[in-house]
């Protein structure tokens, strides 16, 4: 097996991150020096065949099948199914986690009265920041959190930055994140919860996850506020005229009774189940004819979890988009799934926890988060965007 190496840049060290240009193959950290080639090979080998995102040459078989749309108005979703399936039991939700009261979330300089019994005492911070919260998991299992998913509470609302995981009794752990709540800071509630009706659309996420730029987060927002807006009455319009918040405006009852006419939770449900009939384990999502998004999960019970935030987070795509274009293609989602490599690729990784790699093509992103947890070893999700 031929391979190229000397594409490889270690970027960051202690925190595993590299960097490789276009003409190498992917397989993780370089070798160290002394390490038998044969053994390092057979490893790295190893490795290739856990992620299925990445898999296939010329006259392989796709590691994704997409099958024809559900549609509701100008959004059309893909159901995609995988050739193989993984066990995500030991995975929780962020959701699940602040249900059960065992994940917290707090602002960076509080975090000294979050402390669990027999954990030494770390030296507070002073003042809160914008783009740091801070988290503790205290639950037996890991938590998996998704770039997109939105807290609520504090001195402002955020979203999270960045797939990552999260190991099981850990904190505190900084946790990068962006405002979606322009001009608040003031505390609205010691307490922060997680959005579980809706997920930043991904208009918002895509500033977040691949340019990592907070005013231009903040000027999506704007915008998706603004849009949503002008899909009111006058009287309605008025009545969020001063709301600020991403996460308060979806939440709010005018634009509940616009995300209706997409079928509402009815819809959101029954679509889920034609999901699971299928097998799949992620979607394609297409507005006004065009794709421009993917996620897809390592199993379908792991889509079914997060799907009612998801497709909530695509219905307000579609909402805040003019709607005009062509019918959805099934073709034209297959060959999006079909490419997830290219020219350029980043990969950071926490030792025996996960590996994030941001890899970027023509005109396109794709994000892939790897479980490195004891007996896992596979990709758990995968973004991909239009650029």
């Not at 159901?79 to 030991?90: E, G, H, I, K, W």
Request: aromatic share 6%; charged share 20%; proline share 5%.
């Amino acid at each position: 097996m031929a391979m190229n190496l000397s594409g490889w840049k270690q970027v960051v060290g202690s925190g595993g991150k590299h960097e490789r240009g276009e003409g190498s193959t992917r397989l993780g950290p370089a070798p160290s020096k002394g390490v038998g080639w044969a053994i390092a090979v057979a490893a790295l080998c190893g490795l290739l065949l856990a992620v299925p995102a990445s898999a296939g040459g010329p006259d392989s078989q796709p590691a994704f099948k997409v099958l024809p749309p559900i549609v509701r108005g100008n959004l059309a979703i893909f159901p995609v199914v995988a050739n193989q399936s993984y066990d995500t039991s030991q995975l929780m939700t962020l959701d699940e986690g602040i249900r059960s009261g065992q994940v917290i979330v707090t602002e960076a300089g509080d975090e000294r009265g979050l402390i669990r019994p027999g954990q030494p005492m770390p030296q507070r911070r002073e003042g809160a920041e914008v783009n740091r919260l801070v988290l503790y998991n205290n639950s037996s299992r890991a938590l998996l959190l998704l770039a997109g998913e939105i807290v609520t509470g504090g001195k402002q609302d955020r979203v999270i930055g960045s797939d990552r995981i999260v190991p099981a009794n850990t904190g505190p752990i900084d946790l990068g994140v962006f405002c979606v709540e322009p001009g608040r800071w003031v505390v609205s509630s010691e307490k922060f919860g997680s959005m579980g009706t809706q997920m930043a659309q991904p208009s918002v996420r895509t500033p977040a996850m691949a340019e990592r730029d907070q005013s231009h987060v903040w000027a999506n927002v704007r915008e998706s506020n603004a849009r949503m807006a002008s899909n009111l009455s006058s009287a309605e319009a008025v009545s969020v005229a001063g709301t600020s918040s991403y996460a308060k405006m979806f939440a709010s009852a005018p634009v509940a009774k616009v995300v209706a006419n997409y079928g509402g939770q009815d819809s959101e449900q029954a679509i889920l189940r034609e999901l699971r009939g299928q097998g799949a384990v992620g979607v394609v999502v297409a507005v006004n004819g065009q794709v421009l998004w993917a996620d897809v999960f390592a199993s379908t019970e792991l889509l079914s979890k997060y799907w009612p935030k998801l497709m909530r987070s695509y219905v307000a795509e579609a909402m805040t988009s003019a709607s005009s274009g062509a019918a959805p293609d099934t073709r034209d989602a297959q060959l999006y799934m079909n490419n997830l490599s290219g020219g350029r690729e980043i990969v950071e990784t926490e030792s025996s926890v996960y590996r994030r790699t941001d890899i970027t093509g023509d005109g396109y992103r794709v994000f892939e988060l790897m479980s490195l947890l004891p007996k896992t070893g596979f990709v758990v999700h995968i973004t991909k965007m239009r650029q």
